[in-house]
């Protein structure tokens, strides 16, 4: 694995040829891990799915899907073995400019409430819990975990620039 440097990182749209890499990132860091149709979906239903790239190595990913003015945050995750190195705000910057450019007027997503980590990202980038959605994931050992359901609202980009 290549030393993780900023000037190695480049972000760029999922191809169906970076599956098979995505899906090892996926089941080494994910409690209960997409299957591969689950992805192969995201890229047919055109969903916003972007790698991060570290050379040629893929350290992260985020599946984005555009409902209505709304962009709900399905899937972001890093390599285990690059996490605390800054890679999920890559990705939230990336997702924000992308919300920023099609208008988007908030930001949704689901996160297990004993994520702790992923809390405080989203937490940093202005999320706010709204809601609970009980036993709405599925652990290891087959039992049923909450999780906390966080938005951010996102000002058009019409009143920014008036400054409303």
Not at 54 to 59: A, K, R, S
Request: aromatic share 8%; proline share 2%.
């Amino acid at each position: 694995m290549a030393e993780l440097s900023r000037s190695n990182l480049h972000t760029r749209d999922m191809q169906s040829k970076d599956l098979s890499a995505v899906l090892q990132l996926e089941r080494n860091a994910q409690q209960t891990p997409w299957s591969r149709l689950s992805f192969e979906e995201s890229l047919t239903r055109k969903h916003r799915c972007r790698v991060v790239e570290n050379g040629n190595d893929i350290v992260a990913f985020s599946i984005v899907c555009p409902v209505l003015d709304e962009l709900h945050i399905l899937n972001l995750v890093a390599a285990p073995a690059w996490q605390g190195h800054g890679l999920g705000h890559w990705l939230m910057q990336d997702i924000l400019d992308y919300a920023h450019s099609t208008a988007t007027c908030r930001l949704l997503l689901e996160v297990r409430a004993s994520n702790d980590i992923a809390r405080g990202l989203y937490e940093k980038w202005q999320f706010k819990q709204i809601a609970v959605r009980k036993d709405y994931y599925r652990t290891q050992d087959k039992r049923r975990e909450n999780a906390l359901v966080f938005m951010r609202e996102l000002q058009p980009v019409s009143a920014a620039i008036s400054g409303q």
